[in-house]
């Protein structure tokens, strides 16, 4: 059984950073690609980063450029480093990997920008 857990989030003022950690494990991480993914209240969820097995990384345009997405396959661990965070970036933020057709999803961490 896959299973994952994020860590990091936090209450952060806008401009700020937050460094979030995704663990895996029932999986061959190094062999699946990566996403991370955002949701508010009364909105769906919103892909906000991509990492591929090769480390090929994408990132829609209301992050590029702040958000930075990395794996770490020893420690079957993957990061979303978030610089310049601004109030629309507040909501539950989980990761998800997708093993033999079978999306599997954390249980979320909430990330708060406000002053």
């Known amino acids: 059984q896959v299973h994952m857990m994020e860590s990091g989030g936090g209450l952060v003022q806008p401009g700020g950073s937050l460094r979030l950690s995704c663990a895996v494990s029932?999986?061959?991480?190094?062999?699946?690609?990566l996403n991370w993914y955002r949701q508010t209240p009364g909105k769906e969820r919103e892909l906000v980063a991509t990492?591929?097995?090769?480390?090929?990384?994408t990132y829609p345009d209301s992050v590029k450029g702040r958000f930075t997405i990395s794996r770490n396959n020893v420690r079957s661990t993957a990061f979303l480093q978030m610089n310049s965070l601004r109030p629309e970036d507040t909501a539950v933020y989980y990761c998800?990997?997708?093993?033999?057709?079978?999306?599997?999803w954390g249980q979320g961490t909430r990330v708060s920008v406000s002053s």
């Open positions: 998800n990997i997708r093993v033999r057709g079978r999306d599997f």
């Open positions: 029932g999986a061959n991480f190094k062999l699946y690609t």
């Open positions: 990492i591929t097995s090769g480390g090929d990384t």
